[in-house]
């Protein structure tokens, strides 16, 4: 009797506690939402299945993570909603195409040209239409349908050249391989691992390299990070190559793993804006995680529903947690 | 690719002085006029970037067909009911999203847009998926279409038989889509320049000092959304009348930046300048049909990417040279901070 007493008067102090500790850290009450659902899942799937599609769900979201992280530095250092980022993956994906497929030459030399390319690409509209843009003072909607518009112009140049047919690239597309009782098509494997690893590399990047820490500073307050002496316009340019690089890549992967098409980008470019928004718009490290996630999320909803529907996945994140918490998992309150 | 000197660009001129090529531009045009007169009370007069334009054309179009042809209601009742639920949907979706910023709502909305595609190309129980919808499985003669035909059909005899005696079967279309298009730009400059119409522009100029005047900003947000929704699901359901079939892709999402397009060119804050843009934007997407180039290079998909690559300089060009389109005004461009 008192010991259950004490326990009911206990408990509200212990749930008020966990309450505020999840509200002050809502990356880890992520975390537990996430756990959660793995285990429910576990249960009700079995552990085999649940890994298994977890797995393939890990290539997908490092797509969706390479991708997120320079759109989401764009808009934090730039203010720029990039709705042309994602036929900056595409262009990745046919660039690596042209090297690959038309001129014959082997994948890893595919891989570095399209990175180079992209980057370049971003470079050269910073230079033609965005910084000139940014010196006439334009405003959001401006940029927007400015970027708009040039998706549609990237997408009517790759349709004049490579057609509406879906291609591929010349990778393995049969081979097999078993790890742990998983199994994993060779080509997808090498996705995960070149992409985790670059994920990886980025986030040390970001945190450790006087680089990245400039433009975090930036993405946080471009005033305060100028007054603080830093040479803004470098890494605005740094930026680019960066958001460009890494979304050539990632339309690589994706090309590596499914098709290459001129809708393809677009199609891409929603999953990673909801992990943008998950991470919180500007914030590299939570568009690294939520990419991810959402990459895993949306592979696990084929163990509950029809594969068809999977794409919805990511809209509907993405509407709970603007419902929820609109300034995402990592975000600050001040972002809304 | 050779460019050599021996193409010939062949443009057809008598095409243009047909009735039938004005008729078919000014019915799209009508049609984008109705769409893009919500985006201009959205975007243009309150501030809230809507980029979800399509799913409230295409809720529009398959929730009359699906009252007519599953439900069996008359066309007459589920033209108005459809209209409901599409406003109902914006509401909803207006709810929780009208409280984001305005660049969040405009991923939002472009999500919904997505979601609502994804739903009407795999609920195939409700909407026929990908094979599109247009009649009942078991009464071929049972088509959403079926009432509005008949309609069409009367109206073109009585146009034959006073002034026109070859009108196209798409006429009788063209003239109750700009009985519409008048009323909606009439009755939405007299709203804005209504009480409610200041609340709306003073929530696009500052929504906190509307606010601090004891406005209910969400509430008027919702209301301009709702609206939209009306002339957007009017829209959709106006362009399934032209068609034989509603199929998913007729609402992508190029659909709302088509309504954008026409909207940036007519001019932001200016309801009488979107026909202008509507008509002008189709005329030259249109006009490009009849301009006749060779084949090779010119296939059929490079001329659609050609259509695709207009667009897309239109708009880039105007926001970088002339944001405030035709007839805009550019002290009312609230543009973002």
Known sequence: ?336 | MSFAGDITVAVTFTEFTQPEFWISVGLIAGIYTLVALGLQLNTGFTGIVNFGQAAFMAIGAYAMAILVVDVGITFWLALPLAILITMGFGVLIGLPALRLRADYFAIATIAMAEVVRVVAQNARGLTGGNQGFACAADDPTNCYFSTWRDVSGSINEFVESTFWSDPPSYFPLFLVVWVAVIIATVGMTYLQGSPWGRVLRAIREDEDAARALGKNTLRFKLQSLAISALLGSLGGAFLALNLSTIHPLVFEPLVTFFAFSVLILGGLANYKGVAFGAILFWFVLEGTRFIELPDPPFTETRIAALRLAITGMLLIGLMAFRPQGMFGKREEMVLGE
Do not use: C
């Open chain 1, 1 to 336: 009797m008192e010991a259950g007493q004490i326990a009911e008067a206990a408990s509200p102090g212990l749930r008020e506690r966990l309450e505020e500790r999840l509200r002050g850290s809502p990356a880890l009450a992520a975390a537990g939402v996430i756990a959660v659902i793995f285990v429910l899942l576990v249960i009700s799937q079995g552990l085999h299945d649940v890994m298994q599609t977890g797995l393939n769900g890990l290539s997908l979201g490092a797509i969706y993570a390479l991708g997120a992280v320079g759109l989401t530095l764009v808009y934090g250092i730039l203010r720029l909603v990039n709705f042309a980022h994602g036929d900056f993956l595409t262009f990745g994906a046919f660039m690596a195409y042209l090297v690959n497929v038309t001129w014959g030459a082997p994948l890893v030399v595919a891989v570095f040209w399209a990175m180079i390319a992209t980057a370049v690409l971003g470079l050269l509209f910073e230079r033609l239409l965005w910084g000139p843009m940014r010196r006439k003072r334009a405003g959001f909607l401006q940029l927007i349908i400015m970027s708009i518009g040039l998706a549609f112009l990237l997408r009517a140049i790759y349709q004049w050249f490579w057609g509406t047919e879906i291609r591929n690239l010349d990778v393995n597309r049969s081979d097999v391989v078993e790890l742990l009782g998983l199994r994993i098509g060779q080509t997808e494997l090498i996705v995960v691992v070149v992409g985790v690893t670059v994920l990886l590399a980025v986030g040390l990047m970001l945190r450790f390299s006087l680089l990245g820490k400039r433009m975090r500073a930036l993405s946080d307050d471009l005033e305060l990070a100028e007054t603080a002496g830093i040479d803004t316009r470098r890494v605005v340019l740094f930026t680019w190559i960066f958001a460009g690089g890494l979304a050539g890549l990632a339309g690589v992967l994706a090309g590596a793993i499914t098709n290459i098409y001129p809708e393809m980008g677009f199609e891409l470019l929603l999953p990673i804006f909801a992990a943008v928004i998950l991470g919180g718009i500007g914030d590299a490290f939570g568009a690294l995680a939520a990419g991810l996630v959402l990459g895993v999320m949306t592979e696990w909803s084929t163990l509950l529903i029809d594969a068809r529907w999977k794409i919805a996945v990511g809209f509907v994140v993405l509407v709970i947690v603007l419902i929820v918490r609109p300034q995402g998992i990592f975000g600050r309150a001040k972002a809304i």
